[in-house]
């Protein structure tokens, strides 16, 4: 008697597989969609959302490892000079990372932070060559050079440096580099940049509530909600994409990441109306091509190694 199988099912070697490109797509979605969460608080001020955002995502994930037993890796994390000094600085660019990213989304410049995250993987290279002396390939660099272009582009069409998309994209890929530096895993380095950055934050959530010039206890309960609710907003989309990390293949991370930035140009034009140029077309033509040479490249790397 024979066994009829199921060719659509998947095999235990490609079932991880499917299961992590689910966390890190799900993950790569929440940040795409995340300004529509920040448009229903651009009545608060930024830093006041910056400094909610570090308190409620330090309580949420201090929950988190406790409930998984991970405590002690974050102790042991604390206890390190090193650890605690690079975290600084991370913490630091992360918290003016955030805070910039929310003003500009408040501020209807949604296309703005697209255009920073699309460039993010190409600043990253550049980073890594100053600093870690790697070396960049011919295709890298005629990826970069479009960029460049691009950038040139919307300047001269400006009259101005696009700075909104130029410093998220520099100030989180000097994030990511000193974060792959790090021997710390995603969620307590996470959990370490939130203490570092909570006294201040804390002190400062005090005192508007205490001289009322802030929107929380002092607007609505909605405004509240939505404030306790960044913690989670923030950490969440962190542990699926950490999970997702360990599961799949690096290029197939990379095409991954181009997911955010996709849905959040989308919802600014089709949602909130922001206005897609000429000019705009050209310069995220050019960066698209620099992505799609760079893509390429690390699926034709990765089968070589493979085989």
């Known amino acids: 008697m024979t066994v009829e199988t199921n060719p659509a099912a998947p095999t235990p070697a490609r079932a991880p597989m499917n299961v992590g490109i689910t966390y890190a797509a799900t993950a790569y979605v929440v940040w795409g969609v995340i300004p529509i969460f920040w448009k229903f608080l651009e009545h608060v001020d930024a830093v006041e959302i910056v400094v909610h955002r570090i308190v409620w995502t330090l309580i949420f994930a201090l929950a988190a490892l406790a409930a998984w037993h991970r405590l002690p890796k974050l102790y042991a994390a604390l206890k390190k000079r090193k650890v605690l000094a690079a975290l600084l600085l991370s913490a630091i660019l992360i918290a003016f990372n955030w805070g910039l990213f929310i003003w500009a989304v408040t501020t209807d410049r949604i296309i703005e932070t697209s255009l920073g995250y699309y460039i993010n993987p190409l600043v990253s290279f550049v980073l890594g060559v100053a600093l870690l002396g790697e070396r960049l390939s011919r295709l890298q660099m005629i990826a970069i050079a479009l960029a460049l272009a691009g950038v040139i582009n919307q300047t001269v069409a400006l009259g101005y440096l696009p700075w909104i998309s ?42 508007l509530v205490a001289t009322k010039q ?23 989309p962190l542990l699926l994409f950490a999970a997702g990390a360990r599961l799949i293949r690096l290029s197939t991370m990379g095409f991954l990441q181009y997911l955010a930035p996709s849905i959040s140009l989308v919802i600014a034009v089709f949602m909130y109306g922001e206005s897609f140029t000429h000019t705009h077309a050209i310069t995220f033509a050019l960066i698209w091509s620099a992505l799609a040479l760079v893509s390429w490249e690390a699926i034709r790397r990765e089968r070589y190694s493979a085989a």
Do not use: C, N, Q
Request: aromatic share 12%; net charge negative; hydrophobic share 55%.
């Open 166 to 207: 130029l410093v998220l994209a520099v100030s989180f890929g000097f994030y990511g580099l000193i974060r792959k530096t790090v021997p710390v895993e995603s969620l307590e380095g996470l959990t370490v940049e939130a203490i570092i950055l909570t006294p201040a934050s804390l002190a400062y959530i005090v005192y």
């Open 214 to 236: 802030g929107a929380f206890m002092h607007v609505s309960l909605f405004t509240d909600v939505y404030l306790i609710l960044a913690g989670p907003v923030t950490a969440v």
